[in-house]
């Protein structure tokens, strides 16, 4: 995978600074689909260092437990 010096072209530059707010944070599409989106974005350097992201949902996880969620995720 290129480095962050060696992205082509088509890769494109990392995006602006911003949060996502994603409702439904605890659910099957975040974790199916979502995260591991965000995670290939993040591994491609395509994410800005000061993204950030604000998980909503009606199950209340603590952030560690939020953080585990997402870790199992990826792995998955």
């Not at 707010?21 to 491609?44: E, H, K």
């Not at 209340?60 to 199992?72: A, E, W």
């Amino acid at each position: 995978m290129p480095t962050s010096d060696e992205r082509t072209e088509e890769q494109g530059r990392p995006g602006d600074p911003c949060v996502m707010v994603i409702f439904g944070a605890a659910g099957d599409l975040t974790g199916r689909m979502l995260i591991p989106a965000l995670y290939n974005l993040a591994r491609a350097g395509l994410l800005s260092k000061e993204f950030a992201v604000v998980g909503v949902a009606r199950t209340q996880l603590s952030n560690d437990d939020f953080r585990k969620r997402v870790y199992d995720d990826i792995k998955a």
